[in-house]
């Protein structure tokens, strides 16, 4: 592993090559630190992420043993990713990673082998627990499927503890959606996010209520105080102020749920978006009309409704050791692939076609009214008729220009894909999106400070600054919305920047 003290070394020259071996590049070692490692060279300063790289000479950051961790799982689905991670991580490090299962066949811990003594402890908690149990110091990672409350994460803060939103402490490692799934047989064809909280809470109770045949409806909610249960009382239940009666049925796993549901015809449960074989995904019917079907895309681009992000979280003191180096990686290119192997979604940056987007013109259409909004549809067509969309939306925290938690570390991914022969030779479009409420010109005026917010990120990144001459910043402020304005959840989908090339 490597030492994570930060530290200033003299400088000394020292090679740095991608960890396929691909690239590298020589220079003087001027500093390194948990993320990174910075070199002057002939093209100037450089700063490049520690975890991707391989660094030969005597400067470099020198392997340690010892390398010890205890993980909260918050969600025993994500044992599987776990357990892929650390064992590419380690075979990266010339080691080999046995996990070890517990007394009831699940994981209880990953042994490094060749280091002795080293090893990473998995602890189950749920997903209260697992925050304070960081924040106490009795774990140094949290794998969750749920995001740190506010109230919980401004109490801590409030205390003098260390806030867990703080982007050294939150790193979105992949992304999920929750899936309401039928029998094949049943005629359901679509369902709003409101009709699944009133038949989790048994007030529809006939299929005949929602169009379908005259049958009563049997709705299989997952186990109690479950990550599966929480995703579904965050994205569903509260949002409609629905509370499930104590007599609801639930499943003891997901399997369970999922095998009672390709039996009865009338049943109905939620589950991930991987676990759907067998079924009929439902798709969500949004207020205002749309379709939303839950696709890679669609869950890339956090515009499936029930779409939500895989966390990882460090405590206190936790980012300066080998736990800081693990959780970097684990956002890094490399990891990428090992995210769809355990059955989530990535966040590698792909392209879909404007034609492949008709609802898009559509919303736009419906919400230009007259006058200077028909002008900007035509101008919107008119940019993006011959364009791509890429899957990341850029996103910003409540109130503010500023990026989320997310977006700061889509920004080197999008740079890394802008530079790649797939789009190199492409003009960029920056595109800043608001929601509907307040006027149309500030609107307008706030979705253009937040693009110009993004391109600058972009540019400012290492590698962007040959970005520059190809880029063009654009607004459209309330216009083309991707979710319902009429919902809060709608509203926070349409304050976006979306990435075209054309």
């Not at 020292?14 to 490692?37: H, M, P, Q, R, Y």
């Not at 207020?287 to 992000?309: I, M, N, Q, W």
């Not at 684990?330 to 987007?357: H, R």
């Not at 509203?491 to 976006?496: C, G």
Request: charged residues 25%; aromatic residues 4%; hydrophobic residues 40%.
């Amino acid at each position: 592993m490597l030492t994570i003290i930060p530290q200033v070394v003299p400088a000394d020259v020292v090679t740095v090559s991608s960890k396929d071996n691909a690239v590298s590049i020589t220079g003087e070692l001027l500093s390194f630190d948990d993320d990174t490692v910075t070199l002057s060279t002939e093209i100037g300063e450089l700063r490049l992420d520690r975890a991707s790289i391989n660094c030969e000479g005597a400067a470099c950051p020198r392997a340690v043993t010892g390398f010890s961790m205890q993980v909260a799982v918050t969600d025993p689905t994500l044992t599987p990713l776990l357990q892929f991670m650390m064992d590419d991580f380690a075979r990266s490090k010339g080691l080999v990673a046995v996990s070890v299962p517990d007394s009831e066949g699940g994981l209880d811990r990953i042994e490094i082998l060749a280091e002795e003594g080293s090893a990473l402890d998995v602890m189950p908690y749920g997903p209260a627990d697992g925050f304070a149990a960081l924040i106490e110091g009795r774990v140094d990672l949290a794998l969750t499927s749920n995001a740190v409350p506010a109230a919980m994460a401004d109490g801590y803060a409030a205390s003098g503890k260390t806030d867990l939103r703080d982007p050294r402490r939150e790193r979105v490692i992949a992304l999920d959606a929750i899936v309401p799934v039928v029998h094949p047989s049943n005629t359901i064809r679509s369902l709003t996010i409101e009709e699944i909280a009133l038949i989790a809470a048994g007030r529809i109770a006939n299929w005949a209520e929602l169009g379908g045949d005259d049958a009563p409806i049997r709705m299989i909610l997952p186990a109690e105080g479950s990550a599966l249960d929480i995703t579904l009382s965050e994205l569903v239940l509260e949002p409609n102020r629905i509370r499930l009666r104590r007599s609801a049925e639930r499943s003891a796993d997901g399997q369970a749920a999922l095998a009672a549901v390709k039996e009865d015809p009338n049943a109905i449960t939620i589950t991930g978006m991987s676990e759907t074989a067998g079924t009929n995904a439902v798709p969500i019917r949004q207020v205002c009309g749309p379709l939303a079907h839950a696709t890679d895309f669609t869950v890339k681009a956090e515009e499936y409704p029930l779409s939500h992000r895989i966390l990882g979280y460090t405590g206190a003191d936790a980012y300066q050791g080998n736990e800081g180096e693990f959780l970097s990686y684990m956002v890094s290119p490399e990891a990428q692939g090992l995210i769809t192997k355990a059955g989530l979604v990535d966040q590698t940056i792909v392209a879909k076609p404007v034609g492949e987007q008709g609802t898009r013109m559509t919303s736009a259409i419906l919400t230009a009214g007259n006058g200077t909004g028909l002008g900007l549809v035509q101008d919107f067509t008119r940019d993006l008729a011959t364009a791509d969309r890429l899957s990341t939306t850029f996103r910003f925290t409540s109130g503010s220009v500023r990026l989320d938690t997310k977006s700061l570390d889509d920004v080197e991914r999008m740079v890394d894909f802008l530079i790649s022969p797939e789009a190199r030779l492409r003009e960029i479009l920056i595109i800043g999106f608001t929601d509907d409420v307040g006027r149309f010109d500030l609107n307008t005026r706030l979705a253009l400070q937040r693009a110009t917010n993004v391109r600058d990120a972009l540019l400012s990144a290492t590698g962007g600054d040959t970005l520059a001459g190809r880029v063009q910043v654009s607004s459209y402020g309330p216009l083309a919305p991707v979710g319902c304005n009429e919902t809060a959840e709608g509203r926070d989908s349409n304050r976006r920047v979306e990435i075209w090339l054309r």
